[in-house]
Every structure is written in C-alpha cells, then in structure tokens.
C-alpha cells in the first residue's frame, strides 16, 4: 500500500470577497496563510510546491490503495474502484516514471509511488 502523508490544516476559514483565506493556530500563536494544496515530501521532508496533485481527497485514497506494479493492472483497478466507490467514470493513465498529460476537467488525481506515476481525471462533458 502506498501511503502519503499530507499536512493538516486546522484553523479559521474565511470567506473574503468570495475568495477562501485559510489560517493556521500554532502553538506560539502565530498564524499564516495555507496553500490549500500545500504538501511535504515524506521522503525529503522537503516543501513541495509544484501543480496542485489532487481535488478529492477520496479520489487519491481509492487510487494509492488501488495502485500496483503493473500500469495496466493500476489503470484498470483504480478506474473500477472509483466507480464503485465514488460513483464516477474516471479516465485513467498510468505509466512508469513522471507522467506529462493534459486534460480539460474539474476533478482529478496524480500519484506516484516513486516507480509509477497515475493520473485519473473525470472528463468534462
């Protein structure tokens, strides 16, 4: 199983002339403003600050339990498992090493478990 640790956010969300301002409590008391697509790296504990990797949540769980070392296997595992579980017709490409695609859509996930990289995406209709 592939695990990938995100940061938590825990704070006050407020809504600004329509846009989202997160912030972050710490224990010294100071706040910042949070990256919603804020990740670090388990591997480096380095920050990350490339392409945002996932909309949902669900959608990478489904597809970092749903991964194997076939990409064939991968496309097809995580393409029946996200309609199982989030009842939605994803399209999913999965290939070894970094992925380079691009697609018109509102819900999608990139993961790679350092050998292969998966991206699934629902296309707009």
Not at 74 to 93: C, N, P
């Amino acid at each position: 199983m592939i695990t990938r640790h995100c940061v938590l956010v825990i704070g006050l969300v407020s809504v600004v002339n329509g846009g989202i301002i997160d912030r972050l409590q710490t224990e010294t008391d100071q706040s910042y403003t949070i990256d919603p697509f804020y990740l670090k790296s388990p591997m480096t504990d380095k920050d990350e600050f490339a392409e945002p990797l996932c909309t949902d949540w669900m959608l990478q769980v489904t597809m970092e339990n749903s991964m194997t070392n076939d990409t064939e296997e991968s496309e097809e595992s995580i393409r029946r498992a996200a309609e199982a579980v989030l009842e939605t017709r994803l399209d999913v490409v999965c290939a070894k090493g970094e992925l380079s695609y691009a697609t018109y859509t509102r819900t999608f996930c990139k993961v790679s478990d350092g050998e292969m990289t998966c991206y699934a995406f629902e296309p707009l209709q």
